[in-house]
């Protein structure tokens, strides 16, 4: 039999490898640490002071850029890039594709007399101009009208992004049509982050706050991906095209000795692992966690919690370093939801809070949560909020990659609910009777040996299976995909909280108005919040059939098993009320979402299930054959010489072949449609026809994997992947 070249040769590649040179980290230090970010201490060693507290107080109260200023901030901030040995400055933005954008420009200016001089103006600095047509905008902009704005956004600091071929100073701006609508991700970011602000002003000045810092959303973004030797993946067409294997038989070991789950780092991985924090750290980003998470291959990198913009920022920059640094190391970082199927897939636990810097962070219960007042209101806001936008934050996370990963064990399920833990279970339910006495104590862990230190208990365990959970001072969106910007779930959840948040204010108004005092007015609003709203609280197993009867039939929330059902919230008139009431969305940018999520969907199925077709037919169809043919000759020949062999392995396997290429033939006409009346109508046909045959196909041909020689398989194994590193 003929080996398979690709397969083999790949193999003897990475066994072959020379190991990348161990480099010890440096001793972290303020020497190198955010040295390529120009931070505010930078600012201040090079503006003049006026300048620097005009600078400082935009950042620091979001209060409006004096753009008069803005000559004097570029020539300081180019001065500092050249000194870096940037020779490019690129605004940086994201469109609507959860990839982030750069449109590049020299310093270069070229003078009268032919010399040239290093140049950056204060225009420049403030507003760039890329294309407004060629990135997604949901029909926002025609095809002929190219014209949109990046414009700088000055609480997101600028940096040095440097590669081997050089260094560029890295602007983030938002990014907007020439008639004003938002085309990316960042700017409603920012405006839901200011109407969520406003909104708890209006709560902490009822409480009786009157010296109230500008509140913030804050993000901690856990990113999970997987690590899979270049090799394999550059033969492997699916994982190079859509992130994830199509086909492909489970190894016999894969994950269900729990021995990869925070083992020993392999070495190879680690040294990776350190080359990326040294350039997180060097661009500010608070890398904190790093671990071997479920699934072989896979590892997670988590960092500290700051401001949702910023944490957003980073988040698409670490996304880049991951995926960039990788290739430097022979490897492909594979951040996609479920690259391989029967194991782990991965997410993006979004740990989200607000707070300011005179009241702290308001979802810090303390140790008495049922006296803390101001907790109680903004955690029951958030109750209130889950419970009447549980669909959108459904929606924000829904995309093709994501859909198979929640519901299976790995993820939560996409019946969005709330997670509080026993201790603030027991204090919700003491305020819907009416009466609050107390709060359960947490109590100490003592481990019955002296040697071991007793400790504090947490007040509540963690519930795996909740998409939304209280984490002892924040929440945690655990539905979020692998891939995403975080962006998204941001928005809506900074949304929803200002809608509820401005329910709590104008209900204590009321009652205050009534004569109420100030005590009883809090009781009786969170009552009402518990009353009307305890349905989506939740604290039992997620996954469970029970769970699932109960939540649509008796509680009322909805169930959207795909971004089929989940996209369309995105047009509810609800939806469309809250962020258009709130200045987030306007209707036309809510429905250019809508617009573009959806065909971001049924593309990305297009994609994978055209692959299905051409790998079915000229990979494995081939191999196949190839062995038939082989075995036919062989059994004949043996045959001939008075050794009987049975024709049943022929029969088996010519059987799974003709099923195979039958469902191929099915899925290609399904491809071939397009008569489709509205894009909801396509998007269930991909999710409810097109998706069905590609599991169809896969069904055969992971059979066939088990059938045939394996040196004829034509597509590197989930053995050869996920283990040989």
Known sequence: MTENSTRIQAVQNITNRQPMPVKLPEPLSSLWWASDVFTLSKMKESLPKEVFKSVKKTIETSSELDVSIADVVALAMKDWALSKGALYYAHVFYPLTNATAEKHDSFISVQSDGSVISEFSGKVLVQGEPDGSSFPNGGIRSTFEARGYTAWDVTSPAYIMTTDNGATLCIPTVFVSWTGEALDKKTPLLRANAAMNKAAHRVLSLL?????????????????YFLVDANFVNSRPDLLLAGRTLFGAPAAKGQQFD??????????????MQDVEEQLYRLGIPAKTRHNEVAPGQFEIAPFFEAANVATDHQQLLMTILKNTAKKHGL??????KPFKGINGSGKHVNWSVGNATQGNLLDPGKTPHSNSQFLLFCGAVIRGVHNYGPLLRAVIATASNDHRLGANEAP???????????????FEQISSGKVTGSLDAGVMNLGINTLPTFNKDAGDRNRTSPFAFTGNRFEFRAVGSSQSVAGPLVAMNTFLADSLNWVADALESKLAQGTDLDSAILSTLKIIIDEHGAVVFGGNGYSAEWHKMAVEERGLRNLKTAADALPVLKEAETEALFESLGVLSPVELASRFEIYAEQYILAIDVEAKLVVSMAKIGIYPAVVKYLSELSSTISSLKSNGVELSNAPLTLITEKLTAMMENVGKLSAAIAQHDFATPEAHMQFCAKTIRPLMDEVRQYADALEGEIADELWPYPTYQEMLFIK
């Not at 500008?214 to 999970?224: I, K, L, R, T, Y």
């Open 259 to 272: 021995d990869h789950y925070f083992g020993a780092i392999p070495e190879r991985v680690q040294v990776y």
């Open 208 to 224: 009786g706050h009157t010296d109230i810092a500008p509140v913030n959303s804050s993000c901690g973004a856990e990113q999970e």
């Open 332 to 337: 492909v970082c594979l951040l996609h939801e």
């Open 413 to 427: 399920p996409a019946i969005m609910s709330v997670y509080l833990g026993s201790q603030l279970d027991n204090v």
